[in-house]
């Protein structure tokens, strides 16, 4: 009897516990991940990390054959990796087409190794996907941005597998909070804005 008695507190006790805890770990959001090269990566981080469902968005190299490249490796060139960021998100509040939108009004797609005054392979423009519809969604956003005939030239962003991404150093993270005037001057002075507004008027990034 007394052993029944305490199976009944025992299970009154903990079965709410596993009420209390099962919404929680149910609420968990799902995380997935993009990535970008669109030239310098201070200025890629910026639209990304105002974006709502977007986690976080880190600045680094990806898309060549050196391990752990620094950032005057990089920027160097022969590396093959690009200045990139990697967008973590939750695909139930952003899509990936949302993302895809932002990418492209973000960039030069009009030029081949290189991005306003950054000029080499290292500032390629480049979609990296995950996943076969990552892929499927980025083909077919390039191929209605070639259909629109916007342009008048061909589009030269590439778009590959995914591959390892190592984040840059952290003075590279966030720069634009970190050096607010520094950033500005460097977009500025990089043309960046100007270009932008020239490729997709209303609708350019920032």
């Not at 093959?80 to 993302?99: F, N, T």
Request: aromatic share 14%; proline share 5%.
């Amino acid at each position: 009897m007394k052993c029944n008695v305490v199976r009944y507190i025992v299970v009154s006790l903990v079965l709410p516990l596993f009420s209390i805890a099962g919404p929680a770990i149910a609420a968990a959001p799902k995380q997935e991940t993009a990535t970008f090269s669109g030239g310098c990566f201070w200025c890629m981080e910026h639209p990304f990390d105002e974006l709502p469902g977007v986690i976080s968005v880190t600045s680094g190299y990806t898309g060549g054959q050196k391990k752990n490249p620094t950032y005057e490796e990089v920027s160097a060139g022969g590396t093959g990796h690009a200045e990139s960021v990697q967008v973590v998100y939750d695909p139930a509040r952003i899509s990936y087409e949302k993302l895809l939108d932002v990418f492209w009004h973000n960039i030069d797609p009009t030029v081949k190794d290189r991005q306003f005054c950054d000029v080499g392979h290292q500032y390629r423009s480049a979609i990296f996907y995950h996943s076969a519809e990552q892929r499927r969604l980025a083909l077919a956003s390039k191929a209605a941005l070639e259909k629109s005939k916007l342009f008048k030239g061909p589009i030269f962003t590439e778009i590959t597998a995914a591959s390892t991404f190592y984040p840059a150093e952290d003075y590279h993270q966030h720069y634009y909070r970190k050096n607010p005037l520094r950033y500005k001057y460097y977009r500025w002075g990089c043309g960046r804005d100007r270009r932008l507004k020239e490729l997709w008027g209303a609708a350019a990034g920032h």
